[in-house]
C-alpha cells in the first residue's frame, strides 16, 4: 500500500519536447498522461497548442484535452477537481499517472492541494466590475483590490484585469481576501508521492525549436485554424483567442501587418513567453532538472530507477518494460 498515492510530474518551457519524451516514459511504465496545458483544454484548436497527435493520443490515452468550448468559462479550480478525478482513476486501474504540461498554475494547484474558496462565478457582479474597468481603467479597479486586499493587489499587475476581477469576487462573496485562501493553501502539503521532472536545453537551441515549431504550425493550416474559428462565431476577445498563436494571427487577418510579421511576433512572443515558464519552475526547488540535449527522461529513468523509483517506493508495483 502507498502512503500517498504516485504521480509523475513533466514540465519545461514550450517546445521543449514534452508530449515526446512523456509518450516514451508513459509507454515505458504502462502510464496514462493528464495534459497540465492551459490551452489545449479547448476544442477546435489543435495547430496553434500543439497538441499530441491523434496517432500519439491513440498509442498513450491522454485525458484534459478537447474538454471545453472556446467560449466556456474555465477556472483552475474546474482544472483541478477535473484533473484529480483523471489521476484517483489512472490509479485504481494500477497505472501511474502522468501529469504533464507548461501551464505552472494548473500544476501546482494539483500537487500543492489548492485549497480554492467556495466563492463562484457571479456573471452580474464580474459584468459590473469590467464595466467599470472599461469607463475608469485598470488602475481604479487596482485601487479598489488594493483596499480590500493589499496582498492580493501587490502580487496583480493593474494591466491583468481577470485576476484583479476574481480576487474581487471572492472577497464579495466570502468577506474574505483571496490570500486568505492562498495561505490555506500554503498550509497543507502535497497529497502525492511525486516524482517531479523538468525538462531543459540551452536557450540558443530551445529557441531555434520554437522558431522551427512556428515554421511547422503554419504549414501545417494555424491561419485556417484561426479563420474557422472565427467563422464559428467565436469572439477575438475570448481568453482562448488571446492565446499564443491565435492574437498574432487574428492581427494578420485584421489587416494589422502581413503574415511575414505575424510570423515574426509569434516567434519573439513565444520566446518570451518560454523564458517566463523557465521564471515560474524554477522557483519550484522540487524538480529535478534534465537537460534533454544530453540524455532523454526515459534513459535518465531506466539508469536511476532503483534509487529515483524503488528506493523511494513510489513505484514499487511498475516493472519497467524496455
Avoid at 93 to 116: C, E, H, M, S, W
Avoid at 135 to 147: T, V, W
Avoid at 208 to 233: H, P, S, T, W, Y
Avoid at 297 to 322: A, C, H, M, T, V
Amino acid at each position: 500500500m502507498f502512503d500517498k498515492p504516485p504521480l509523475l510530474v513533466i514540465v519545461g518551457p514550450t517546445a521543449v519536447g514534452k508530449t515526446k519524451h512523456a509518450i516514451e516514459v508513459a509507454k515505458m511504465l504502462d502510464s496514462e498522461i493528464i495534459s497540465a496545458d492551459s490551452m489545449q483544454i479547448y476544442k477546435y484548436m489543435d495547430i496553434g497548442t500543439a497538441k499530441p497527435t491523434p496517432e500519439e493520443r491513440q498509442r498513450i490515452p491522454h485525458h484534459m484535452i478537447d474538454i471545453v468550448e472556446p467560449d466556456e468559462e474555465f477556472s483552475v479550480a474546474d482544472y483541478k477537481e477535473l484533473a484529480e478525478e483523471k489521476i484517483k482513476s489512472i490509479f485504481e486501474k494500477g497505472k501511474i499517472p502522468l501529469l504533464v504540461g507548461g501551464t505552472g498554475l494548473y500544476v501546482k494547484a494539483v500537487i500543492d492541494n489548492y485549497f480554492f474558496s467556495d466563492a463562484s462565478i457571479d456573471k452580474e457582479y464580474r459584468e459590473t466590475l469590467k464595466q467599470i474597468a472599461l469607463e475608469k481603467g485598470g488602475d481604479y479597479l487596482h485601487d479598489i483590490l488594493n483596499k480590500k486586499d493589499p496582498a492580493a493587489a501587490s502580487r496583480i499587475h493593474p494591466n491583468d484585469i481577470k485576476r484583479i476581477i476574481r480576487a474581487l469576487e471572492v472577497y464579495y462573496q466570502t468577506g474574505k481576501p483571496i490570500s486568505y485562501f492562498e495561505k490555506e493553501t500554503q498550509k497543507g502539503s502535497t497529497p502525492y508521492n511525486l516524482s517531479y521532472f523538468g525538462l531543459t536545453m540551452s536557450r540558443e537551441r530551445l529557441y531555434n525549436l520554437i522558431n522551427q515549431r512556428v515554421d511547422d504550425m503554419i504549414a501545417k493550416g494555424l491561419v485556417d485554424e484561426v479563420k474557422g474559428l472565427l467563422e464559428r462565431g467565436y469572439n477575438k476577445e475570448l481568453n482562448a483567442l488571446k492565446g499564443l498563436g491565435y492574437k498574432q494571427i487574428i492581427g494578420y487577418l485584421e489587416g494589422g501587418y502581413n503574415l511575414e510579421k505575424a510570423i515574426e511576433i509569434l516567434k519573439r512572443d513565444t520566446r518570451r513567453f518560454a523564458k517566463r515558464q523557465f521564471t515560474w519552475f524554477k522557483r519550484d526547488k522540487r524538480i529535478k532538472w534534465i537537460n534533454v540535449e544530453e540524455i532523454s527522461l526515459k534513459d535518465y529513468l531506466l539508469k536511476n530507477f532503483n534509487s529515483i523509483l524503488q528506493e523511494n517506493q513510489k513505484f514499487p508495483r511498475i516493472s519497467i518494460e524496455i
